[in-house]
């Protein structure tokens, strides 16, 4: 399935498309109305050019359907006794959305991360610390299933426990793969140092990181890379797409999608259009399997750029080149320049004085776009600090095409998480 013709992938995705669609038009009302209100009568689908006609939908939207038609919303379409598990989305944007996996959606997701995993090296006989979170949040679950089926063994660490925990399995059981935040882990190379402990000495030699940007980023990938002395991939995932649906591959060549069971766009924002080959749009996922609470054009608010060039690892479906690059609601506009957290990131990581921690601090007024106010608020490690704010506004500038104001803080004082670091900080 992975090194498929296009022809044979894009064959299959319309013969599962149109299967999944007369599914929507007759189970729920909330993609019917939708539906037809696009002109859209089952049976319509015969080629993926006519996937452009089809309506989006936001997150905005599932979270007013679900308010107004309690508890979980119309886009339910299996039945209450299939239903195996809730996830919310994380909320780092509004009230959370509520998404059901059934019986067999659970399976199909644990497949789909087992996937991943393998294309970036896991093999039966490693061990695997997850440090992902457990629970409600989606990514510790999909990826203690994968390792099930991929006859891994498990340590389902999760987040609840401190990082000094982590570091003692990690030195008396031998993991050989750690799943984490990329910030998380960091951290723990950061631990490691503080506690002379070597990292050579450990058995880890790779790690895929993912629930917020980081590793598609070289100043931070290089970071953990040295800091772990280990082999680090880049993960994504979204709750109500998929946790852990799409990774490097051992080429890190960018994110491998699963196409068989999720159909990827690449629009322009303002026309919602496709972009051509290449060029940068958000992306937009369908469920092209998907039992309980499928997405239809689910519109994800994440930059990227596609290409649909076999991989070196042979594999064919489609890639986000350089992962996914910026999320539409984190975008920063300041005095005429336009930039993501993750370009602050990609500075202040390529100082070594600095620690890896930062935050954007931003002032507007309620509702409005544009920022009055904006900080960048980084750490100084033990390393000298002469002319070092001066310097650091002297690369920022050239990043992002303004000059935002610099406030270096004693090491230690900006919070660290495990689950999802939060960069920008509006006020
Ligand atoms: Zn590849």
Redo the contacts with the bound molecule.
Sequence with gaps: METAAREDIDALQVTRLRGQLDRLFEKSEFYRERLEASGYEPGDLSSLDHVAALPIVTKSELRDEQMTHPPFGRFVVADASQLRELHPSSGTTGAPVNTLWSAQDVDAIAEMTARTMW?FGVRPGDVVLNAFAYGLWVAGMSAHYACSRLGVLVIPSGTGVSTGKQIDYLVTASPTVLLSTPSYAIHIAEELAHRGVAPEKLALRAGCFGGEAGTENPATRARIESGLRIDAFDYYGLAEVGPTFAS????K??L?FAEDEILVECLDPGTRQPVGEGELGVLVFTHLNREATPMLRYWSNDYARLTYER?????THV?ALGGVLGRQDDLVIYKGAKFYPSQVEKVVRSFLELSPEFRVEIEREPGAQLVRQCTVVVEWSEASREGLDVRLKGSLREELGVTPSVRIEAAGTLERTSFKAARLVVR
């Design positions: 294309q490097e591959c051992e080429a060549a960018g491998h991989c070196a690892c042979g594999r890639r």
